[in-house]
């Protein structure tokens, strides 16, 4: 059984602080790993795609991705409360037709105040 | 419009009402979803439609019938559901090619079941 692992949280961290969100996945053969933010009672909403080893930088988010530890991990940098919201992690295969994208349950963040 | 839109955002329906949710995407996709979240547990995917034909049917109830016509719309037609089926219906669509797989969600349907 293919998963994506993540701790459920919530996950509290003061306003301006680094928020770490961490995520595992079973499948050596994912390649491409996405995170996505869901506010309470709203879809979810892509903020983040990484394929490769190492960081990707985007604005106050920085997404991290070790294939060989099957672990892909989401910071915020200065974390405002409007970073309030469940984060999921998601990952997919090469492109294929019966490949599909496995989510995780997410982890809910909340910025205090 | 842009991105992908659902209608209806709410429904409350009876157990023997027959009812469709409907998506559109606007971003020259062609392949295209429809995912169950219920609380507390992760998404789950009930159809895919790549390319208009139906390739994933993930042991979903026949009371859930899909239609794709076309590589911009996507129905869900509902009969006879249980109130366990109570839940946010997610319509995505992405590229059904190529080296990304990013899927963009549309606002989902909450669907109460009476």
Redesign the interface.
Known sequence: QKEVEQNSGPLSVPEGAIASLNCTYSDRGSQSFFWYRQYSGKSPELIMSIYSNGDKEDGRFTAQLNKASQYVSLLIRDSQPSDSATYLCASQRPMNRDDKIIFGKGTRLHILP | ETGVTQTPRHLVMGMTNKKSLKCEQHLGHNAMYWYKQSA????E?MF?Y?LEER??NNSVPSRFSPECPNSSHLFLHLHTLQPEDSA?Y?CASSQ?????????????T?LTVT
């Open positions: 507390k547990k992760p998404l995917l895919v790549s390739v994933e946010l997610l059904a090619q190529g080296a990304a797989y990013e899927q963009y969600f549309g606002p989902g909450r």
